[in-house]
Nanobody, 131 residues
């Protein structure tokens, strides 16, 4: 069955770095579109990255552009989120989510999908950026 499990969250100082992992089961990275989302307290859940192994499409939100990078390890069936120059605004719960099958990162021509556009979700991992 399809499962996604995030790990690697924790406390980090502003300007620091942290790498999150999303281990997947029930599918391979080249047979899905996988995205990282985050939700800060009191704010909407935001898609920040996406990688599709089916059509090669990618997405990176302006809020993290130049600081965050998503990449996969096919052998380990794990998607990573490398975060640099972290800011207090990056604090929140980070989720990985996937659409399994011939899907890309584009949803109805929009760069701002809702969480309902993704079928499978992990449980989330907390990232706190604080001095």
């Amino acid at each position: 069955q399809v499962q996604l499990v995030e790990s690697g969250g924790g406390l980090v100082q502003p300007g620091g770095s942290l790498t999150l992992s999303c281990a997947v089961a029930g599918f391979t990275l080249d047979d899905a579109a996988i995205a990282w989302w985050r939700q800060a307290p009191g704010k909407e859940r935001e898609r920040i990255t996406c990688i599709s192994g089916t059509d090669g499409s990618k997405y990176l939100a302006d809020s993290v552009k130049g600081r965050f990078t998503a990449f996969g390890d096919d052998a380990k069936r794990t998607l990573f989120l490398q975060m640099k120059d972290l800011k207090s605004e990056d604090t929140g719960v980070y989720y990985c989510a996937a659409n399994v099958g011939p899907y890309g990162c584009v949803h109805s021509g929009s760069d701002s999908p809702t969480e309902h556009d993704y079928d499978w979700w992990g449980q989330g991992t907390q990232v706190t950026v604080s001095p």
